[in-house]
T-cell receptor, first 110, second 112 residues
Framework: EDQVTQSPEALRLQEGESSSLNCSYTVSGLRGLFWYRQDPGKGPEFLFT???AGEEKEKERLKATLTKKESFLHITAPKPEDSATYLCAVPNQAGTALIFGKGTTLSVSS | IAGITQAPTSQILAAGRRMTLRCTQDMRHNAMYWYRQDLGLGLRLIHY???????GKGEVPDGYSVSRANTDDFPLTLASAVPSQTSVYFC???????????FGPGTRLTVL
């Protein structure tokens, strides 16, 4: 069964304290991995797509990387406005939908 | 408009009532999706449509129905609401298959 597991469930950082979020997956034949950001009371906002092991994508203080078993979302020198829930997702085997992890809730304090 | 709109923003509904959640996209995406998001369970797919005129069942389809008469609209209907359908509902659209999806702002539904 395809599964996506994110860790940690919650992460508290001080402003400027870099860290990484993990997304591990069990799918046969990965056809893409997606990262989203979700603010309270809003819909998920698309961040990145990664398609192959070794691929990296960057946006401001965020960098997503992909291996054959997992993906990391690295946050460099975070700011309070980076506080949100970060979700990762992979396509299901049928290619009809995305399977989402339960997310990591990041809180950055100044 | 640009993106996906959902209506209503929130709704309180008596159990047994019929309710339709509306979703419209203007990105000309072929595929559209309905998810529900519950604390501790994450996002779960209810129904999807790969193209206008076709629909399919997701992980949690019971109690819900959808239609896709055209490219832009994908309404979700609860025929007879039950309290377990209290949730936040998100509509999404995309190119389909293994491509990224883009989400609407959500509808918060409470069934009493």
């Amino acid at each position: 069964e395809d599964q996506v597991t994110q860790s940690p469930e919650a992460l508290r950082l001080q402003e400027g304290e870099s860290s990484s979020l993990n997304c591990s997956y069990t799918v046969s034949g990965l056809r893409g991995l997606f990262w989203y950001r979700q603010d309270p009371g809003k819909g998920p906002e698309f961040l990145f797509t990664l398609y192959s092991a070794g691929e990296e994508k960057e946006k401001e203080r965020l960098k997503a990387t992909l291996t054959k078993k997992e993906s990391f979302l690295h946050i460099t020198a975070p700011k309070p406005e980076d506080s949100a829930t970060y979700l990762c997702a992979v396509p299901n085997q049928a290619g009809t939908a995305l399977i989402f992890g339960k997310g990591t809730t990041l809180s950055v304090s100044s | 408009i640009a993106g996906i709109t959902q209506a209503p923003t929130s709704q309180i509904l008596a159990a047994g009532r019929r309710m339709t959640l509306r979703c419209t996209q203007d990105m000309r995406h072929n595929a559209m999706y309905w998810y529900r998001q519950d604390l501790g369970l994450g996002l779960r797919l209810i129904h999807y449509s790969n193209t206008a005129g076709t629909t399919g069942k997701g992980e949690v389809p019971d109690g819900y129905s959808v239609s896709r008469a055209n490219t832009d609209d994908f309404p979700l209907t609860l025929a007879s609401a039950v309290p377990s359908q209290t949730s936040v509902y998100f509509c999404a659209s995309g190119s389909g298959g293994d491509r990224e999806q883009f989400f609407g702002p959500g509808t918060r539904l409470t069934v009493l």
